[in-house]
C-alpha cells in the first residue's frame, strides 16, 4: 500500500517557479522500487501527463509543453519526489497530481499507476 500528499502548490506570478513535493509512505515495499509520475488536471477536461521518473532516478520523461522549464527529481532517502517548475505560464494553472507504479518505468499514461494523491492546485497569474 502507498500514500501520496502532494504539496507546494499556490497562487505564482507568470514566469515565476515553484517546487511540488510527492511525499509517499509505502508499507512492505521501498518507496524507491516504484516510479512516480507528476500529472495535471483541469476542470473539465482530461487528465495530462506532465513527468516522470523511474526508480533510483536513471531515467527521466517530460511532455513536450514542460520539457526545458520542469524538471523532476528524487530523494528516496526521504521518500519524496519534487517537480521544480520554472517559468511558469498561465496555462500551467492545473491541479497537479502525482502517482506511483510498482514498475521501475515510468509512464506517461495515467492507467498504469496504481496509487494516487490527493492533488496540489497550482495557479499562475499573467
Known amino acids: 500500500q502507498v500514500q501520496l500528499v502532494e504539496s507546494g502548490g499556490g497562487l505564482v506570478q507568470a514566469g515565476g517557479s515553484q517546487r511540488l513535493s510527492c511525499a509517499c509512505a509505502?508499507?512492505?515495499?521501498?518507496?524507491?522500487?516504484?516510479?512516480v509520475g507528476w500529472f495535471r488536471q483541469v476542470l473539465g477536461k482530461e487528465r495530462e501527463f506532465v513527468s516522470a521518473i523511474s526508480w533510483r532516478d536513471i531515467n527521466t520523461y517530460y511532455a513536450d509543453y514542460v520539457k526545458g522549464r520542469f524538471t523532476i527529481s528524487r530523494d528516496n532517502a526521504k521518500n519524496t519526489v519534487y517537480l521544480q517548475m520554472n517559468s511558469l505560464e498561465p496555462e500551467d494553472t492545473a491541479v497537479y497530481y502525482c502517482?506511483?507504479?510498482?514498475?521501475?518505468?515510468?509512464?506517461?499514461?495515467?492507467?498504469?499507476?496504481?496509487?494516487w494523491g490527493q492533488g496540489t492546485q497550482v495557479t499562475v497569474s499573467s
Open positions: 502517482a506511483a507504479r510498482p514498475s521501475g518505468l515510468g509512464s506517461s499514461s495515467p492507467n498504469d499507476y496504481t496509487y
Open positions: 509505502a508499507s512492505g515495499r521501498t518507496f524507491s522500487t516504484y516510479a
